[in-house]
């Protein structure tokens, strides 16, 4: 994708050019200007690819149709005339959900504060504020920017007043999820609020809603997130914490998939919440005391057919992994072959194999005999076949060399055997082709007994010879 930026009117000119300097189509002049502009390096994600609508006979240009309907949005709101603010608001909120250039178009133009004001005009008619709350959501959709301080407290405010209602509840929880995407002082300010509360009484409260859980817990695994590149360090691991210790994330979240064993949806977007909650050995250990680690086993076993699941499962599995204890519990519990097996079974999923493949890792991670069980299951060579089956995809070939590396660094024996498989041309290719992967899959080659050729490189100085 482009890097360079240019305005929506820019890209209009350059559109009506080619239709009354060329001659074309308007499809046709459409297409060019995208060409023309992509050709030159340039986003063109936030522009509206459409031909506006000729001037007026006065030589007045006029607008898109995604300001014509905010110009009546601002209208209904400026004369406060709640009549027409349900029909209003419905178009807006559905060309906002058309695409990103619409909405970002929109908010260029003032749309935030009209659908803010629309929000506050409807804080006393509950229907109101429902559709006003999912017209914000729209808005809000990839642009958290827009939100300030008083929509802030707006939700907060509404989501503690309203918190018996599900459906507005599910509303709100919508426009925060949006607004702490790729957002950190949004996030800060929220989890400031006392947004975590709200969000695992919800979960509770509401705990028959797939709609409402599911929403909460990802918005929930959002205030874990560290995605916001303006931002050095975020409080990630501090609102994950957060989460577990003050507001039994943990439990809220477990008891929470009871509700919905035949729901691969919800429960994908509980794993997904509580691998991101498992950031401390205790934490690990509490989700398999709550039953956390039956769960997700049996998820893996029964899910197998859902893509999305699977990788969600394989990726909690690996987190909770990270304490020894429960690296047991896991094997013990007969997941190392269902691991094997969804990794077999997606072979050509490079997330699934990927994530299979990190999660047998931490389960080979100082554990000796949990390697002998990993390679009796054929964990050694689901990852050669994964290796085989993705060769451009680096996070599957890092993953793999290091499962491999794990299995063999304190169970020589099972070198031999591995090396039987066709390990070391497939290390040695993973290394040869991707820089990112030449540390692990040297060690591995060492730990499989392999001679390793050093790399080395020329520094221009003498005697300046580098690994």
């Keep these: 994708m482009g890097s360079k930026q240019i305005a929506q009117e820019t890209f209009d000119d ?85 695409q990103l250039a619409f909405r970002y178009l929109a908010g260029q133009n003032g749309a935030y504060p009209a659908v803010l004001s629309a929000c506050q005009l409807a804080a006393g008619d509950r229907d109101l504020l429902l559709q006003a709350f999912s017209t914000l959501a729209a808005l809000l959709d990839g642009q958290p920017d827009l939100l300030d301080a008083a929509g802030q407290e707006l939700l907060l405010r509404s989501l503690r007043e309203r918190r018996e209602d599900a459906e507005v509840t599910l509303a709100g929880i919508r426009c925060v999820r949006h607004a702490c995407l790729k957002h950190e002082h949004n996030r800060q300010g929220f989890v400031k609020g006392g947004i975590l509360p709200l969000l695992t009484a919800a979960i509770t409260q509401h705990g028959s809603s797939a709609e409402v859980v599911r929403t909460a817990a990802s918005a929930l695994r959002v205030m874990t997130f560290d995605d916001d590149i303006r931002v050095p360090f975020g409080h990630a691991h501090d609102h994950a914490k957060m989460i577990v210790l003050e507001n039994d994330g943990l439990r809220v979240l477990i008891e929470a998939a009871k509700a919905f064993t035949d729901n691969p949806g919800v429960l994908s977007e509980l794993c997904a919440t509580l691998s991101r909650l498992s950031v401390r050995n205790e934490f690990c250990q509490e989700i398999v005391d709550l039953g ?73 991670l100082r554990k000796p005999e949990n390697c002998s069980v990993i390679m009796e299951g054929g964990g050694a060579l689901a990852a050669l076949q994964a290796m085989k089956a ?78």
């Design 292 to 364: 956390g680690l039956n769960f997700m086993v049996t998820l893996l076993a029964d899910c197998m057919e859902h893509p999305d699941v699977v990788k969600q499962v394989l990726s909690a599995i690996r987190a909770v992994a990270g304490n020894d204890d429960v690296k047991d519990a896991i094997v013990d519990a007969g997941a190392t072959d269902l691991i094997v097996l969804a990794i077999s079974h997606h072979l050509g999923n490079p997330q699934i194999c990927e994530q299979g493949c990190a999660a047998l890792c931490m389960l080979a």
């Design 390 to 467: 993705h060769p451009r995809e680096v996070a599957v070939q890092k993953q793999a060399c290091m499962l491999i590396r794990n299995l063999v660094s304190r169970s020589r024996e099972l070198s031999r055997p591995i090396l039987e498989m066709g390990a070391e041309l497939l290390i040695a290719e993973a290394r040869a082709a991707h820089r990112d992967c030449d540390d692990v899959a040297r060690a591995a080659l060492r730990d499989l007994g392999c001679k390793v050729e050093l790399r080395e490189l020329w520094t221009g100085q003498k005697g300046s010879l580098a690994q």
């Design 14 to 98: 350059a559109v009506q050019e080619n239709i009354t300097e060329f001659e074309m189509e308007p499809e046709e002049a459409v297409r060019e200007a995208v060409q023309q502009f992509e050709a030159q390096g340039v986003d063109l994600s936030n522009i509206v690819k459409a031909v506006r609508p000729p001037a007026s006979e006065n030589g007045q240009r006029q607008k898109h149709q995604i300001l014509l309907t905010l110009e009546c949005l601002g209208r209904a709101v400026a004369e406060q005339d709640v009549a027409q603010l349900p029909e209003q608001l419905s178009a807006f909120a559905a060309q906002c959900k058309e």
